[in-house]
Structure formats: C-alpha cells, structure tokens
C-alpha cells in the first residue's frame, strides 16, 4: 500500500508540473514569436526487494513501484502565423533562426523581431535589450538606426535613407542543442552553440505569432487538470486506509 501511495504522490507531482507548463503556455498565445513547451515523461522503477519469493509478487512488486514522473520539457519548434503589422521595425523570420539579443543575464535568442529605436539611437527589443549585429561584420555589438525611413532586406541589412546602417544577426543550432525557455519568447543556448543562419530570410513590417495551438492547449489542460485529481482522490483513499489500520490494528499489536 505504501508503494501505491507514493506512485500515486510521484504522478500527483509529475502532473502538477505538467499543468504549469500547459498555462505557461496559454498565457503567451499572444506572445509574438513565442514557442510552446511540450512535457516528456518517463517511468521511474523503484529498486526491487531482495530474494523476491517469486514471479508473481516480483511482477506486482514491479508495478505498484513504477512510478510516472516528468522527464522534463523541450521547445516546439513548429513556425508560427506571419501577421503583417505594417510597422518598419517589425521583422518576421520565415524559415529556421533566431535573433540575437543582449540582456542583462548574456546573450539570449528569441523569434519576436517586434523592434524600435531607443533613446540612443539603437536597435533594441520591446524590453530595451540590444537587437545584436551580424557577427561578420564591426556592427556585432549593435546596430546605429539614424533618423529616416527604415528598410530591411531579406538578408538582415538594414538600411536607412538608402544607405546601409547595419545587419541584424540570425543564428541557427544543431539539431538537437538544449535550448531553454526564460519566460516570454526569451531562449537561452549552450555557450559556443549558435552559428551564423546559413539561408536568413526576414520579412519587413511582419511579426511571426506564437505557435501555441490554443484549441490543443485547452484539451491539454483540461486532460492534465482530470489526471490531478484522479490522483489526488487515490492519494485520499490511500490515506484513509492508513488512518484505519492506525485505529484499528495497530491497538491489537
């Protein structure tokens, strides 16, 4: 019984996570460029008892200490809707990539190219964290927007009255590199891990939407909340009975 209870509190908090990861994602659908996180899930096997009697209470044993927990989280990486703003410094990219950005914790990445001009004259983010450069190129710290009109070509260059003003770096990873969600559509990589975008195709006067599906989203949270409380009501039985063996036979000891 006690193995029972703990695989149903090892489910109960494997799914308390889950459902955190499922609002997190609900509560960026409108989040420009932001990627949902999918939860992965794998089964814990208690170590077996010693010199088990036999077959049968070894595959018992086996089953009431196969306990759910969460693997952990991975980004999807699925594009979302391009939506034409009709602003000069929103950027979409179509295809892979990702921009680059300085913030306060290092360089992080993220898909919302919803750009502007700050009082210094650079290209910063919404949250007024330096739109990075081309890595090739001197304008690697950050890119100079002088007063004029705003054109960004297909390759990153961007150009102001004509002439050129910068490029904006996009970066790329291997398949499979561990990329991290920070909250919003903010991304953290392994050091040394982003490389140059090989084919960078961005889209002026566009911003790329989340990629939450929000109809999936719901029928995800409704499924988790169900599996919750499934477990919760067996952590209560389990309980119960515990408390009816305390009074009752453990008097008779």
């Avoid at 999918?38 to 306990?67: E, G, H, K, Y």
């Amino acid at each position: 019984m006690d193995s029972g209870f703990y695989a149903a509190s090892a489910g109960l908090q494997a799914q308390s996570q889950a459902l955190e990861v499922a609002a997190h994602n609900l509560a960026n659908l409108n989040t420009a460029g932001f990627r949902g996180q999918q939860t992965t899930f794998q089964s814990l096997l208690a170590l077996p008892r010693p010199n088990q009697p036999n077959v049968i209470n070894a595959v018992l044993n086996a089953a009431t200490n196969n306990f759910g927990v969460m693997e952990g989280t991975h980004l999807d990486m699925a594009a979302g809707n391009l939506e034409t703003t009709g602003n000069p410094l929103d950027v979409a990219i179509e295809g892979g990539g990702f921009f680059a950005i300085q913030t306060a914790g290092g360089t992080r990445y993220t898909r919302n190219g919803s750009f502007q001009v700050s009082s210094g004259g650079q290209l910063v983010t919404a949250a007024g964290d330096l739109v990075l450069g081309d890595l090739a190129l001197k304008d690697k710290g950050g890119i100079n927007v002088p007063a004029g009109v705003v054109s960004i070509a297909s390759d990153g260059t961007l150009s102001v009255n004509g002439a050129v003003a910068g490029s904006i770096q996009l970066v790329e990873f291997a398949p499979g590199t561990r990329l991290i969600s920070e909250g919003g559509s903010l991304i953290a990589a392994p050091a040394g891990s982003a490389k140059p975008a090989q084919q960078p195709m961005l889209k002026q006067g566009t911003l790329e939407s989340s990629n939450v599906n929000p109809i999936g989203s719901v029928v995800t949270l409704i499924g988790v909340q169900r599996e919750a409380e499934m477990l919760q009501r067996a952590m209560s039985l389990f309980d119960t009975e515990f408390n009816r063996i305390a009074a009752s036979d453990l008097p008779k000891v």
